[in-house]
């Protein structure tokens, strides 16, 4: 199957995750999956963000199924940021967008970003993780970022794919694990249910 005229579900409701499967050459139809994201206790980052890609393939599949939809592989993902232990997901407000970028000035965290992908009773997943590390911030530039409006819909409250890139040193890992799908693990991933790449 050539990627060129592949069509899979996609149970997300991220336009990037949606733009780097275009990349891939793999066109995508939009499943709404809706789970509770609450954290578990004792849960760390990594169990948490695999769990959380695994239950929106499941609800994803789910409503596949009850719809009679025709088979075909189902995508979903989860990105979530970590820093001493602490797992940020999306800021619920300015204040909380605020807090989150002064525990990420002038030091390193991790950007956690698991894929799964099922069809029928199989699921596969793969997860990355990518190092951050960030410049210092003042005051002032968190301010400025968060007058953009990025930080609201991007766990950690900023993205690296826009402003906020002037505030990241470098990486170690995946540009697009960060940006929300890791185009190297994800090809993988949909190779084992038969797509080719490139
Ligand atoms: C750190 C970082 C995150 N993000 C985004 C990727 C994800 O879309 C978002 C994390 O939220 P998620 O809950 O992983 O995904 P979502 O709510 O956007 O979409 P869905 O659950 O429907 O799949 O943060 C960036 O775009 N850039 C970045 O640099």
């Not at 760390?44 to 075909?72: F, I, M, Q």
């Not at 894929?115 to 410049?135: C, N």
């Not at 609201?152 to 940006?179: L, N, P």
Request: net charge negative; aromatic share 8%.
């Amino acid at each position: 199957m050539s990627t060129n005229d592949t069509l899979i579900y996609l149970a997300s409701a991220s336009p990037r995750r949606r733009e780097l499967l275009q990349q891939l050459g793999v066109r995508t139809e939009r499943i709404h999956a809706e789970i509770d994201e609450a954290v578990l206790p004792g849960e760390n980052a990594v169990a948490y963000t695999e769990r959380l890609a695994r239950d929106k393939a499941a609800a994803g599949w789910h409503l596949v199924e009850s719809c009679g939809l025709p088979s075909r592989p189902l995508l979903a993902a989860d990105t979530t940021v970590v820093l001493d232990g602490e797992i940020f997901g999306k800021p619920a407000d300015a204040a909380d967008a605020r807090r989150m970028l002064e525990a990420f000035s002038g030091r390193s965290h991790q950007v956690v970003t698991s894929v799964a992908v099922r069809e029928g009773e199989r699921t596969l997943l793969k997860t990355s993780v990518t190092d951050v590390a960030f410049r210092p911030l003042t005051a002032l530039d968190i301010a400025r970022y968060i007058d953009t409006g990025e930080p609201f819909d991007k766990a950690g409250a900023y993205g690296i794919q826009g402003r906020a890139a002037v505030f990241i040193e470098r990486i170690e890992g995946s540009y697009t694990g960060v940006v929300g799908l890791p185009v190297f693990e994800t090809a993988a991933l949909l190779s084992e249910f038969g797509l080719v790449f490139p």
